[in-house]
């Protein structure tokens, strides 16, 4: 499954019973458009793993970005990145040309100067410096991405045990990553097609976890009210819902 906006959709088409990867900031945007959808797991806090970056030959602030046009997906922790990184600076998104693509094409386009700036995370975050594309501001201090697995309620609570397991599964998975973390890097890095050095990288920013803390509920709070707002959410959901208690445990 790709971004969350994605797995959404697919959950929503009753084609997708458990997402993989989905940040928070979905969870609440979906959620507040009618669709329930339930912390299974949490797994990742990436914040230095989400960035804005401008196109390679360029040394841009987030000031210099007034009028020029930046790339990346909408309704994600990345577009929130924007939002607050151009509000500290006193500006909004209708002071960019903010158009909306998934990682893989915004990382292409900026590749190409295509645009001025691009909003990418993880191995395209490794892929865009590399290839001379500098990062201009990371999500450090301005907000902070969580990465969960979900479920639908309806799945939730016809089959219990299933999503029971899959919590299990997922923590004996990261007990084994932690102790192998020499062919967890290398696996990665096949996956993403890069070195298994900064694969390692990518794993030290990632931050992986398992449990659910009440921290998370609070951070749940403070992004909701950012969407709020920010106009990208339009009603209002209860946040202590969300989260399943077997992701707590």
């Known amino acids: 499954m790709g971004t969350s906006p994605e797995a959404a959709r697919a959950m929503g088409a009753g084609a997708l019973d458990i997402a993989g990867n989905m940040n928070t900031a979905a969870l609440l945007m979906i959620n507040a458009e009618g669709l329930p959808i339930r912390v299974v797991t949490g797994l990742a806090r990436p914040t230095s793993n989400f960035a804005l970056v401008s196109k390679p030959g360029t040394n841009f602030s987030i000031k210099d970005l007034k009028g020029k046009k930046v790339v990346?997906?909408?309704?994600?922790?990345?577009?929130?990145?924007?939002?607050?990184a151009l509000e500290k600076e006193g500006l909004t998104e209708k002071d960019v040309q903010f158009v909306s693509m998934g990682i893989p094409k915004a990382l292409s386009t900026i590749?190409?100067?295509?645009?001025?700036?691009?909003?990418?995370?993880?191995?395209?975050?490794?892929?865009?410096?590399?290839?001379?594309?500098?990062?201009?501001?990371?999500?450090?201090?301005?907000?902070?991405?969580?990465?969960?697995?979900?479920?639908?309620?309806?799945?939730?609570?016809?089959?219990?045990?299933?999503?029971?397991?899959?919590?299990?599964?997922?923590?004996?998975?990261?007990?084994?990553?932690?102790?192998?973390?020499?062919?967890?890097?290398?696996?990665?890095?096949?996956?993403?097609?890069?070195?298994?050095?900064?694969?390692?990288?990518l794993i030290s920013r990632s931050h992986?976890?398992?449990?659910?803390?009440?921290?998370?509920?609070?951070?749940?709070e403070v992004n909701k009210k950012f969407l709020k707002e920010n106009n990208m959410m339009r009603k209002d959901v209860d946040t202590a819902n969300l989260i399943l208690p077997v992701a707590f445990e």
């Not at 007990?175 to 990665?188: F, I, P, Q, R, V």
């Not at 992986?208 to 749940?220: C, E, G, H, I, R």
């Open 72 to 84: 990346g997906p909408k309704g994600t922790f990345l577009h929130q990145l924007l939002v607050a």
């Open 111 to 201: 590749l190409a100067g295509q645009a001025d700036a691009a909003l990418v995370a993880s191995s395209a975050l490794i892929k865009a410096n590399k290839a001379g594309a500098p990062t201009i501001v990371s999500a450090e201090g301005l907000v902070q991405p969580t990465l969960i697995m979900t479920t639908t309620e309806k799945f939730a609570k016809e089959h219990p045990d299933i999503v029971a397991r899959v919590n299990k599964v997922y923590k004996q998975a990261l007990d084994w990553m932690n102790k192998n973390l020499e062919k967890t890097a290398e696996m990665g890095a096949k996956e993403h097609g890069i070195s298994v050095e900064n694969s390692k990288t």
């Open 208 to 220: 992986y976890f398992s449990a659910m803390t009440a921290q998370d509920v609070k951070d749940l």
